[in-house]
Nanobody, 129 residues
Framework: QVQLVESGGGSVQAGGSLTLSCAAS????????MGWFRQIPGMQREGVAA???????FYVDSVKGRFTISFDNAKNTLFLQMNDLKVEDTARYYC???????????????????????WGQGTQVTVSS
């Protein structure tokens, strides 16, 4: 099974930027969609952004226009560029690569957030006012 390792988190002030990386230990199945998720302690994990094998993307409303998801095939790495960060973006961020079987990305994010179990360590993002 391919291992995913998240990195790039940190502490920034509101309005700042961070770029998260999700490095894969092997080749991601070309049929898989990939996404970024976040979780605050005591809260349900939520999907943030996703990208499918064709390169189509989806963002939840709270990050639309501020976050950009991308996948670099040469580096076998998923990225999340986060601009104009807000205090409410503070969370631990995780990535996942899961088969989509034609599921639209908005639904895929919800299904994976609730049902996926092989989460990595994640990377902490803390935004201060």
């Amino acid at each position: 099974q391919v291992q995913l390792v998240e990195s790039g988190g940190g502490s920034v002030q509101a309005g700042g930027s961070l770029t998260l990386s999700c490095a894969a230990s092997g080749n991601i199945d070309s049929r898989f969609s990939m996404g970024w998720f976040r979780q605050i302690p005591g809260m349900q994990r939520e999907g943030v952004a996703a990208i499918d094998p064709a390169g189509s993307t989806f963002y939840v409303d709270s990050v639309k226009g501020r976050f950009t998801i991308s996948f670099d095939n040469a580096k076998n790495t998923l990225f999340l560029q986060m601009n104009d960060l807000k205090v409410e973006d503070t969370a631990r961020y995780y990535c996942a690569a899961v088969g989509a079987s034609g599921t639209p990305l908005d639904g895929w994010l919800k299904i994976v957030a609730l049902g996926f179990s092989h989460w990595g360590q994640g990377t902490q993002v803390t935004v201060s006012s």
